[in-house]
């Protein structure tokens, strides 16, 4: 099926395998591909053939999703004087410690922190419907094996790296089904410089940890959007220095790539 879809696509965009990218995870040590998609020539790269449909929990992503939807339902303000009171109960990340979590928070930090319990809140402040329709069916979502968790976005609800660049573009073009002010002040929090953008995400799935990062690059004419997920068993130990060998793949790329 994923071939299929992977022969539909091809007939929209300009697809290109560029399998020798793989050179630059093996060298840095990490299990991982890339999904790039330049829209200055209209084309889509990636080292592996299966990774734009492969499937995994959108994970902390859905938070940009839940941020424009609490937004919209005027549950979330954009005011950083305007927190929601934490209800004292410290809480982890499969099984990780996260004191930041233990304040009252604000939109900003919120997403910064990539805050559960922030998010969780739509759960008891949207009507039925609206939690139904925007955030258990979420478009974002290309499949949902079972939404009754209470964090499912990080068990079931899962996505894949071309829904989020196509997400990503949406965003920044001002396309999503949302207010534009609101679109444009999410945007503007994944900034980390003037031409970065990047939203990370690690979940556990499958028996693998999964990093996933994606972002938007401006140093051409047009938007440059990509994702990269890497993947580790869950007996592995983390490398100490994952950060910095995972920022090097990315600028090995697009550096190859004459970005």
Do not use: C
Not at 155 to 170: E, Q, R, S, V
Not at 251 to 256: A, E, G, H, L, P
């Amino acid at each position: 099926m994923k071939y299929v879809l992977l022969f539909l696509f091809s007939g929209i965009f300009n697809l290109q395998a560029q399998s020798y990218l793989d050179y630059y995870f093996k060298s840095n040590n990490i299990d991982g591909a890339i999904v790039i998609y330049n829209q200055n020539k209209d084309e889509w790269l990636f080292n592996s053939e299966l990774e734009p449909f492969s499937n995994t929990p959108a994970a902390a992503h859905f938070q940009l999703w839940q941020a424009l939807v609490g937004l919209e339902e005027k549950v979330f303000k954009t005011e950083v004087n305007k927190k929601q009171l934490w209800d004292g109960v410290k809480r982890s990340f499969f099984d990780e410690r996260r004191p930041e979590w233990n304040n009252d928070t604000n939109l900003v930090d919120a997403l910064k922190n990539k805050n559960d319990w922030y998010f969780d809140l739509l759960k008891n402040k949207l009507s039925e419907k609206s939690y139904l329709e925007n955030i258990k069916n979420a478009s974002l979502f290309k499949e949902i094996k079972n939404n009754e968790f209470l964090y499912f976005w990080n068990y079931a609800g899962l996505t894949n790296p071309n829904t989020m660049i196509l997400f990503l573009k949406d965003l920044y073009e001002g396309n999503l089904p949302f207010n534009k002010k609101h679109q444009q002040f999410i945007l503007n929090q994944l900034f980390i410089n003037e031409n970065l953008a990047i939203h990370t995400a690690e979940t556990s799935y499958l028996g693998q940890k999964i990093d996933w990062t994606i972002g938007i690059y401006l140093k051409q004419d047009k938007p440059v959007y990509f994702s990269m997920r890497t993947y580790r068993s869950l007996e592995t130990e983390k490398l100490e220095d994952y950060e910095k060998r995972k920022n090097l793949i990315i600028s090995q790329i697009f550096d190859v790539l004459n970005f």
